[in-house]
């Protein structure tokens, strides 16, 4: 037996270990949500979806520091590493408390906004907000420098967690409330940091980054942080924008129905969390980077068939076993919306690709396009139906402009 667990091991490569622990996360957090779903109700769902996607917004902003982190922990060795390492954790600590003070500073008028019960909850989520920004650096760190085992660890730390705190405290105190649900998020994110080198932090150590340096870092710090606000909106405005549109039920409705079609864009981030350090060291050899994108979108396109595919053909199906009888009415855009989000995955592939190799015109394509699709749901939101296909024309132009880029790039070169 302990042969055959050896032998697995040389088999199956670290990043194929990560890509399985990603999967067993996105897999978890699925069940996380879809118990909610269930248990609370689409009217109470719709509540809970707030927090959720709240956690999303958070988590494409903390993005930023990581991904920058795991660039330059590529780019970067020894005493210049350990620098640019305290500088940027001091950087995300400042910004995760200034945030989290606007949340909990807010937290009246986005009750209000937003139309929950309770502005407690929002409390409570801006008070672990600077938890999860150093988190996110600290998982730079092991992406860049390819530590998956570690890397796979703190992901798997903050899912379970926040499942099995969340659901405890429901199912043994009967208590459905959206403050129960932003509690385990909070505790989430202290578990999220382990493993945590404290050491390889000092936070009043001079800086060793020449001018040159600073300003590279400085330049892909603004336009990825650029590129994660176009992450926000195309993946969360429609959820808050249905939120502060429609009634509860309806936008509880809607949010399973997200959930749902989503799950292709969750499965296509395991790639772009390979893709960005593998195509950084790739070009800090002068090796060829087009087969390392080629292998991921066909991947992402295999993908986004089968389940699209699986939507159109079998939606009350999926929708009943996820979610339950409540939530059925959103049959007939279940496989619509995968089209939407399908769409989303590839661009973002392209979008990623290009942003490690410091070309920045498919990151403002991208900024444009979530901002039209922004602009078109506020403008359309007679029906839900109308919100899913302003997202579909959206995304469907996305794609077709990144691909034209793509070709009018690869000629030049």
């Known amino acids: 037996m302990i042969t055959l667990v050896n032998n697995l091991k040389k088999r199956v490569s670290p990043e194929q270990l990560f890509m399985i622990s990603v999967l067993a996360v996105n897999g978890g957090n699925y069940l996380y949500n879809l118990i909610l779903g269930r248990l609370l109700g689409p009217a109470q769902f719709a509540d809970a979806a707030v927090l959720i996607t709240f956690l999303l917004v958070l988590s494409f902003?903390?993005?930023?520091?990581?991904l920058v982190t795991a660039k330059f922990s590529v780019l970067f060795e020894n005493q210049l590493f350990k620098s640019f390492i305290s500088k940027i954790y001091k950087n995300a600590l400042i910004v995760g408390i200034v945030m989290g003070a606007l949340i909990i500073g807010f937290a009246s008028q986005l009750q209000e906004l937003f139309n929950t019960p309770s502005s407690s909850m929002f409390v409570i989520f801006g008070c672990g907000v600077p938890l999860y920004f150093l988190m996110s650096v600290n998982r730079g760190v092991f992406q860049g420098k390819k530590a998956f085992k570690a890397l796979s660890i703190t992901y798997q730390f903050e899912m379970l967690s926040r499942l099995l705190v969340t659901l405890g405290v429901i199912?043994?105190?009967?208590?459905?409330?959206?403050?129960?649900?932003?509690?385990?998020?909070?505790?989430?994110?202290?578990?999220?940091?382990?493993?945590?080198k404290f050491k390889s932090i000092d936070l009043k150590s001079k800086s060793f980054l020449s001018v040159l340096q600073a300003k590279q870092i400085k330049q892909f710090f603004i336009l990825t942080a650029f590129y994660e606000l176009t992450q926000i909106i195309i993946n969360n405005s429609d959820i808050l924008l249905v939120k502060h549109y429609f009634e509860s039920y309806e936008a509880g409705l809607y949010a399973s129905l997200a959930l749902i079609g989503r799950i292709v864009y969750f499965i296509a981030w395991m790639f772009v969390m390979l893709l960005l350090p593998t195509v950084v060291q790739l070009k800090k050899e002068g090796k060829e980077t087009a087969s390392i994108l080629f292998k991921y979108v066909g991947y992402i396109a295999a993908i986004s068939v089968t389940i699209i595919v699986a939507c159109l053909s079998f939606p009350e199906i999926i929708i009943k076993l996820l979610f339950g009888e409540s939530y059925i009415a959103m049959a007939p855009l279940l496989w619509k919306y995968a089209i939407a989000t399908s769409m989303f995955a590839?661009?973002?592939?392209?979008?990623?690709?290009?942003?490690?190799?410091?070309?920045?015109?498919?990151?403002?394509?991208?900024?444009?396009?979530?901002?039209?699709?922004?602009?078109?749901?506020?403008?359309?939101?007679?029906?839900?139906?109308?919100?899913?296909?302003?997202?579909?024309?959206?995304?469907?132009?996305?794609?077709?402009?990144?691909?034209?880029?793509?070709?009018l790039d690869r000629n030049r070169d």
């Open 61 to 66: 902003v903390a993005m930023t520091f990581q």
């Open 171 to 196: 199912f043994l105190f009967n208590i459905q409330s959206s403050v129960v649900i932003a509690i385990g998020i909070l505790i989430s994110f202290g578990f999220g940091l382990i493993p945590f």
């Open 346 to 407: 590839i661009s973002n592939i392209f979008a990623y690709y290009y942003l490690s190799l410091d070309k920045y015109v498919p990151v403002i394509i991208s900024g444009v396009f979530g901002m039209l699709q922004m602009i078109l749901v506020i403008f359309y939101h007679s029906s839900l139906e109308q919100v899913v296909y302003m997202q579909i024309i959206a995304m469907v132009l996305l794609l077709i402009i990144q691909l034209i880029f793509f070709r």
